[in-house]
């Protein structure tokens, strides 16, 4: 197993992308925290899928906004595994579609603490215990090429997580890679509630690869950053959209 002996922490772990990338993750032998903020019923899922697989798996509540809710996360995880080796930084959401002219402060910021800050956070309080491993990303297509109508904050945001996964991985290497994915059209919640049933049909229409992308293909890529098959790659923002953007 790739990860055989491994911990990882997941955030946002209890649906979607997040939920399929712990038992990818736990599948090649992993254990796993799986962070969630009001998704109990997909984390509790998801560890009993690992457990049933044979797997090691906690569930554990937090807000990433808030520090003491971060340093609860790492410190069961390190409790319950003896450390951490990985970290996927997958918490994070658009919360609504707002222009600049209708977009008040606090959106905002409500918008940057949720997909920069939590990053941060989180990012800190792991690296306080690793002397190896990996650290991956969830940025966005939207980071790249500004996003859909609304979405200025979100993508500002993303493009931020981009940078500073170039940033990291500078400062952390050798021992520990920094990468990131950036997502296009997979077929989430995200998209069943800010993006129009219009908009994905044309997306399918359009893309190269005649499809929406699924949470297993995001789920794929993390587990390949995540382990020593990616062990030359460090700083990338790898984007993965069914050929509709190439960078």
Same mark, same amino acid.
């Given at each position: 197993m790739k990860l055989?002996?491994?911990?990882?922490?997941?955030?946002?772990? +209890?649906?979607?992308? +997040?939920?399929?990338?712990?038992?990818?993750?736990?599948?090649?032998?992993?254990?796993?925290?799986?962070? %969630?903020?009001s998704s109990s019923t997909g984390a509790d899922q998801a560890v009993a899928e690992i457990d049933a697989m044979g797997g090691k798996a906690i569930a554990v509540q937090g807000d990433l906004n808030n520090?003491?809710? $971060?340093? !609860?996360?790492?410190?069961?995880?390190?409790?319950?595994?003896?450390?951490?080796?990985?970290?996927?930084n997958n918490a994070g959401g658009l919360i609504a579609r707002k222009t600049i002219a209708e977009m008040k402060l606090e959106h905002w910021n409500a918008v940057m603490t949720l997909n920069l800050t939590s990053t941060f956070l989180m990012t800190k309080a792991c690296l306080e215990h690793m002397t190896s491993g990996a650290i991956v990303?969830?940025?966005?297509?939207?980071?790249?090429? +500004?996003?859909?109508? +609304?979405? $200025?904050? %979100?993508? !500002?945001?993303?493009?931020? $997580?981009?940078?500073?996964?170039?940033?990291l991985a500078k400062e952390v290497g050798p021992h520990i890679r920094v990468n990131?994915?950036?997502?296009?059209?997979?077929?989430?919640?995200?998209?069943?509630?800010?993006?129009?049933?219009?908009?994905?049909?044309?997306f399918e229409a359009n893309a190269p690869l005649k499809r929406q992308g699924h949470v297993d293909d995001a789920a794929n890529l993390v587990l390949f950053l995540a382990s020593d098959d990616s062990a030359f790659l460090t700083g990338t923002n790898i984007d993965i959209n069914g050929g509709m953007l190439f960078s």
């Open positions: 055989a002996g491994k911990t990882a922490i997941v955030t946002g772990g +209890g649906r979607d992308i +997040g939920r399929a990338v712990a038992i990818k993750l736990a599948s090649e032998g992993a254990k796993v925290a799986i962070n %969630y903020f520090q003491a809710d $971060v340093e !609860t996360l790492v410190a069961a995880a390190v409790s319950e595994f003896g450390g951490v080796d990985i970290l996927v990303n969830l940025a966005s297509q939207a980071g790249r090429d +500004g996003g859909g109508p +609304g979405a $200025v904050a %979100y993508a !500002t945001s993303k493009g931020a $997580v981009m940078t500073m996964t170039r940033g990131a994915l950036c997502p296009g059209m997979i077929d989430t919640d995200f998209h069943n509630v800010h993006t129009p049933d219009a908009g994905r049909r044309g």
